[in-house]
């Protein structure tokens, strides 16, 4: 069975700390992602990565970096968390060339609250 | 600029009736439409999704109908049951860009026995 892994379903954090979010997937998929799911907002897309060490930003990347050293693993870095990341975080993988299918396979998700 | 656009933001309907959810987006290089159904504790999966070339695709319960001129598509859900109460997003991508999707604002259903 295909899976994302997301290692934190639940942080609470305080304002001005470093918060790692980690993501593993086994599916030997290409692409990740990070995206925030807010109420009423939908999921919105923060960083993405193609392979590895490589990323691109998303609509909202302002407070975010990410960092992708290994191809089944896609971090999301808060430098220096505060309130209004408060959030559900969710991670994606998808593949890649000929395996194209526009499915997003998700984890299921990491509740930041961040005080 | 929103460019998928989801309509309503929630639904109660009764068992056994059919639930609607629309969708509009504006970029018509979209070519991959899927939705998403989300329970509360977990992640979204992927229930059904149509791409542009046909106008209708059905999955047991679950139709997706897409009005390309429109620039519309919807979910139907017949014979709507308690356990198809959940969150439902729809989506849409441009397929040489995989999986970097743009979702609607989502719709939570909520079935009553």
């Known amino acids: 069975d295909v899976k994302v892994t997301q290692s934190s379903r639940y942080l609470v954090k305080r304002t001005g700390e470093k918060v790692f979010l980690e993501c593993v997937q086994d599916m030997d998929h290409e692409n990740m992602f990070w995206y925030r799911q807010d109420p009423g907002l939908g999921l919105r897309l923060i960083y993405f990565?193609?392979?590895?060490?490589?990323?691109e930003k998303g609509d909202i990347p302002e407070g975010y970096s990410v960092s992708r050293e290994k191809k089944e693993r896609f971090s999301l870095i808060l430098e220096s968390a505060s309130t209004n990341q408060t959030s559900m975080y969710l991670c994606?993988?998808?593949?890649?060339?000929?395996?194209?299918?526009?499915?997003?396979?998700f984890g299921e998700g990491s509740r930041l609250t961040v005080l | 600029q929103q460019q998928v656009k989801q309509s309503p933001q929630s639904l109660i309907v009764q068992k056994g009736g059919i639930s609607i959810i629309n969708c509009a987006y504006e970029n018509t290089a979209f070519d991959y439409f899927p939705w998403y159904q989300q329970f509360p504790g977990k992640g979204p999966a992927l229930l059904i999704a149509i791409r542009p070339d046909v106008s209708e695709k059905k999955e047991g319960r679950f139709t997706i109908s897409f009005n390309k001129s429109a620039k519309q598509f919807s979910l139907h859900i017949m014979d709507s049951q308690p356990g198809d109460s959940a969150t439902y997003f729809c989506?849409?991508?441009?397929?040489?860009?995989?999986?970097?999707?743009?979702f609607g604002d989502g719709t939570t259903l909520t079935v009553k026995p």
């Open positions: 994606a993988s998808s593949p890649a060339g000929l395996a194209v299918t526009g499915e997003l396979f």
């Open positions: 989506a849409a991508s441009i397929n040489t860009n995989a999986g970097k999707s743009t």
């Open positions: 990565s193609y392979d590895v060490k490589m990323k």
